[in-house]
T-cell receptor
Framework: DVKVTQSSRYLVKRTGEKVFLECVQDMDHENMFWYRQDPGLGLRLIYFSYDVKMKEKGDIPEGYSVSREKKERFSLILESASTNQTSMYLC???????????FGQGTRLTVV | AQSVTQLDSQVPVFEEAPVELRCNYSSSVSVYLFWYVQYPNQGLQLLLKYLSGSTLVKGINGFEAEFNKSQTSFHLRKPSVHISDTAEYFCAVSVKTGANNLFFGTGTRLTVIP
């Protein structure tokens, strides 16, 4: 089975801190995605990557950056965390040419 | 651009009753369609998918959905719900070409009442 692992299930950070959310997949997928999930808004795409060192902005990239130095790892970075970034963050991966995406368990981030 | 509309944000239903969760999409090109389920404090789990072929697709846990191209709908149904079906359900689409990004609806919270 495909496994997408997010490093933390729950995270509490202070306003202004630099925050790293890590995601690792073990099936050699080319494409990786970061979403945030908020009540009433569903899942919104923050960034995605279709290859190592490649990245594309999604619908809500402001306040975030990403890093993909290795194929299996896709990191989401909050340069200076703010309270409006309190949310559930979901990572996903997918093989090019295949329609199915696989999701991690999510990281619930609280910024205080 | 693609968009997904889930008109019902919350659906309460009694145990063993049937349920339908509605999903409509908008796209100028052919799409794949998905339903995901999210149990409390968990990630997303694929419930079922429509890629091509028969418009009636069956998924896990007794759920099924029907793709209706003329009405651009992909409604999810179950003839008899169980307490354990209480969860949030997301409809999603992706185009068949290009980046294949998933576009999600806003979700429907299904609450099964004993």
């Amino acid at each position: 089975d495909v496994k997408v692992t997010q490093s933390s299930r729950y995270l509490v950070k202070r306003t202004g801190e630099k925050v790293f959310l890590e995601c690792v997949q073990d099936m050699d997928h080319e494409n990786m995605f970061w979403y945030r999930q908020d009540p009433g808004l569903g899942l919104r795409l923050i960034y995605f990557s279709y290859d190592v060192k490649m990245k594309e902005k999604g619908d809500i990239p402001e306040g975030y950056s990403v890093s993909r130095e290795k194929k299996e790892r896709f990191s989401l970075i909050l340069e200076s965390a703010s309270t409006n970034q309190t949310s559930m963050y979901l990572c996903a991966s997918r093989k090019t040419g295949h329609p199915l995406a696989f999701f991690g368990q999510g990281t619930r981030l609280t910024v205080v | 651009a693609q968009s997904v509309t889930q008109l019902d944000s919350q659906v309460p239903v009694f145990e063993e009753a049937p349920v339908e969760l509605r999903c409509n999409y908008s796209s100028s090109v052919s799409v794949y369609l998905f339903w995901y389920v999210q149990y409390p404090n968990q990630g997303l789990q694929l419930l079922l998918k429509y890629l091509s072929g028969s418009t009636l697709v069956k998924g896990i846990n007794g759920f099924e959905a029907e793709f209706n191209k003329s009405q651009t709908s992909f409604h999810l149904r179950k003839p008899s719900v169980h307490i354990s079906d209480t969860a949030e359900y997301f409809c999603a689409v992706s185009v068949k070409t290009g980046a294949n990004n998933l576009f999600f609806g806003t979700g429907t919270r299904l609450t099964v009442i004993p």
